[in-house]
């Protein structure tokens, strides 16, 4: 089950920001025994690729805290956010063995799978509720919401490794407070849709 819960709340943390799970999970594969990560994922540990993936964060984290940018930035990341999901999904879990499962062992595209549909769907209601933010705020609260988010990621990553159990309870909370973040954005979008109408000669 902990792997499972590791490896869900990982990709849920790269629908938030791609890179910061990568990060995290190479950082202690290499410098801790938190993480041992099978041959095929050994790559992650790699010197140079945790040094790119620094640098593709950073620009992230400049480009993301900028209004009508984080928009275009949001579109590249479509492709990246679910394969980096699908990734530390599938790597974490064969490092577990999804809690000796054989059934997992035997179809390892299962977490790949699994990590890239979530990290997809958090993905998606980052980019929905962006631009409503965005639009309500005039591009204010944008280099807040997009902080928040890196933290939420960076949370959400270190706890799936070294606490799962909290974890555990960060992602349900995660998961309510996206479907109240929902919510809100469609509301909102309806109510600006209703007075643009009535703003409308005739």
């Given at each position: 089950m902990f792997a499972m819960v590791t490896g869900l709340s990982l990709a849920a943390a790269a629908g938030l920001n791609a890179y910061i799970p990568i990060l995290v999970v190479g950082l202690l594969g290499l410098f801790t025994h938190a993480v041992?990560?099978?041959?095929?994922?050994?790559?992650?540990?790699?010197?140079?690729?945790?040094?790119?993936?620094?640098?593709l964060l950073a620009?992230?984290?400049v480009l993301d805290k900028v209004a009508?940018?984080?928009h275009v930035n949001d579109a590249i990341q479509t492709l990246v956010r679910p394969a980096a999901g699908g990734a530390?999904?599938?790597?974490?879990?064969?490092a577990s063995q999804v809690d000796s499962s054989s059934f997992m062992r035997?179809?390892?595209?299962?977490?790949?799978?699994?990590?890239?549909?979530?990290?997809f769907?958090?993905?998606?209601?980052?980019?929905?509720?962006?631009?409503?933010?965005?639009?309500?705020?005039?591009?204010?609260a944008t280099p807040l919401v997009s902080?928040?988010?890196?933290?939420?990621?960076?949370?959400?990553s270190l706890l799936a490794i070294l606490a799962p159990v909290l974890a555990l309870i960060a992602l349900v909370v995660f998961v309510f407070a996206a479907i109240r973040l929902i919510r809100a954005a469609l509301s909102l979008r309806r109510r600006r849709a209703r007075r643009d109408a009535a703003a409308r000669p005739g």
């Amino acid at each position: 089950m902990f792997a499972m819960v590791t490896g869900l709340s990982l990709a849920a943390a790269a629908g938030l920001n791609a890179y910061i799970p990568i990060l995290v999970v190479g950082l202690l594969g290499l410098f801790t025994h938190a993480v041992t990560l099978p041959h095929e994922y050994a790559w992650m540990t790699n010197g140079w690729v945790i040094a790119i993936v620094a640098v593709l964060l950073a620009a992230e984290v400049v480009l993301d805290k900028v209004a009508v940018v984080d928009h275009v930035n949001d579109a590249i990341q479509t492709l990246v956010r679910p394969a980096a999901g699908g990734a530390v999904f599938a790597a974490t879990s064969a490092a577990s063995q999804v809690d000796s499962s054989s059934f997992m062992r035997g179809h390892p595209w299962i977490g790949w799978v699994l990590g890239i549909a979530v990290a997809f769907v958090v993905h998606l209601t980052k980019a929905g509720v962006r631009p409503v933010v965005n639009a309500s705020t005039l591009g204010t609260a944008t280099p807040l919401v997009s902080a928040v988010e890196d933290a939420v990621s960076l949370g959400m990553s270190l706890l799936a490794i070294l606490a799962p159990v909290l974890a555990l309870i960060a992602l349900v909370v995660f998961v309510f407070a996206a479907i109240r973040l929902i919510r809100a954005a469609l509301s909102l979008r309806r109510r600006r849709a209703r007075r643009d109408a009535a703003a409308r000669p005739g």
